[in-house]
């Protein structure tokens, strides 16, 4: 019998037959070409390379700046981290001192790591049960304390759907002579949207979109999209320094793909997805089960699920399960879904029937005021030094060597530099994480 787990396991899971309500965007149907997977050439005389872009995958970027409305856009066969890590490169050379919302993913924290970059944080505010967004005041007030900062560093869309005031950040950015830079990894089809809600649309300098969650296209396709001409000049050297030399050609042709798709049929199948989804939304509602309140992906499904009895990410996944229902991510709490055309109405007739078994209170508990650990080394500072692998009720007071975080949605609880606390340790311990990298003491 052959032993090969990772085929095995991914055929077995395709044999549940579960609704796809997660990345990637394009939930395994039949897309793509038949003989996509045959065309994994690598980069000829005819085929163009990535980092000089010159021929054939120079079209392809000008055309998806088009799709965008960018002044540039770079193509990343290596997921939206080598988006986020290019993009903060750029923005570097103009500073090292950035504001990054809070709940910017570990790739972000780990870039700043590497390229020396201090942060400094925005707490997210007004998020009821969930994350909630950086505030356009709090962005007013951070410029206002620290006059050397060389960009502003949020993520919108949220990991549950919320949506930051990107237009109001922009302006306050601007006319502080700061870049605007948003993590979109979650929503690149905010564009194709009724109303278009793209970052880049909205005043943004630069947006690192993960196309491969939301679009039809193979896992690590993602795109840096540039607004401002400043940032464009050297995008490819920046991009050169994190990515592999040898990037995936059926990934790349799958944003190829998917950009042709959405010129010809794909903008109306988003906005008719758009309808089916407030209805399942509507559901949710009635039901008693909280959303993310404000301004919201319409494509993505939050429900506070704890408030209708169901608690625990086992729990969640086994309610969901039950209805033939596959998450995106459940934490305990929350439930999240992701939706795109590529669902089919079975799809969402079994999300109903999940969630019209549910009966909340309409209400959910506050998150805690989130509180920041106390800075004692720079986060290159951390990553650079000796570190030891500590079990989590031991670390209490020890400095952390790595973003400590779950992921999903990987939101640090605690990034290198600072000194765990008592409120880390306990969001550490409810994600199911019983040690973390601590720098050696002394």
């Not at 549940?16 to 000829?44: I, R, V």
């Not at 900062?149 to 005031?165: F, M, N, Q, R, W």
């Not at 939706?339 to 109405?345: A, G």
């Amino acid at each position: 019998m052959k032993d090969i787990p990772i085929y095995q396991t991914l055929t077995a899971h395709r044999e549940q037959n579960y609704a796809s309500f997660h990345t990637p965007g394009h939930k395994n149907a039949a897309f793509f070409p038949a003989d996509l997977l045959q065309l994994d050439y690598t980069e000829l005389p005819d085929t163009d390379a990535l980092y000089e872009a010159s021929g054939v995958l120079r079209q392809a970027e000008e055309k998806l700046s088009q799709l965008f409305g960018a002044q540039r856009t770079l193509i990343s066969a290596g997921g939206c981290t080598l988006a986020i890590q290019t993009m903060l490169s750029l923005a570097r050379r103009k500073g090292r001192k950035m504001l990054l919302a809070r709940n910017s993913h570990r790739s972000a924290v780990n870039a700043c790591a590497l390229l020396g970059i201090e942060p400094v944080w925005l707490l997210p505010q007004n998020g009821g049960g969930f994350t909630g967004t950086v505030q356009p005041q709090s962005v007013e007030q951070a410029l206002e304390q620290h006059r050397d900062i060389a960009a502003c560093y949020l993520t919108s869309p949220t990991y549950y759907g919320e949506l930051s005031d990107i237009r109001t950040i922009a302006d306050i950015c601007h006319r502080h002579g700061v870049y605007l830079l948003v993590d979109n990894a979650h929503g690149s089809h905010l564009a194709f949207l009724a109303d278009n809600l793209h970052p880049i649309a909205l005043g943004a300098d630069a947006s690192a979109c993960s196309l491969h969650k939301t679009l039809p296209v193979l896992t690590g396709g993602a795109v840096l999209n540039i607004a401002h001409p400043s940032l464009t000049e050297g995008a490819k050297e920046a991009m050169m320094l994190f990515g592999s030399t040898s990037p995936s050609y059926p990934v790349m042709a799958s944003i190829d793909y998917c950009r042709d798709y959405l010129q010809r049929e794909g903008i109306s199948a988003y906005r008719e997805t758009a309808v089916r989804v407030l209805a399942v939304k509507q559901l949710a509602q009635r039901q008693g089960l909280p959303q993310p309140t404000g301004s919201c992906d319409p494509l993505r499904i939050a429900v506070h699920t704890a408030c209708a009895g169901l608690k625990g990410c086992e729990t969640q996944t086994a309610h969901f399960h039950q209805y033939g229902v596959e998450p995106e991510f459940c934490d305990g709490q929350d439930a999240v879904f992701i939706c795109t055309p590529f669902n089919t109405e079975n799809d969402f007739q079994r999300l109903e029937t999940a969630l019209a078994a549910l009966q909340g209170t309409g209400t959910c508990e506050p998150l805690p005021p989130a509180v920041l650990p106390q800075r004692q080394l720079s986060p290159r500072e951390a990553v650079l030094a000796p570190a030891e692998t500590v079990p989590l009720g031991e670390s209490i007071g020890r400095v952390a060597a790595d973003s400590v975080c779950p992921c999903p949605p990987g939101i640090p609880a605690v990034v290198p530099g600072e000194v765990i606390n008592e409120q880390s340790i306990q969001y550490l311990s409810g994600a199911g994480i019983d040690a973390v990298r601590c720098v050696v003491r002394k």
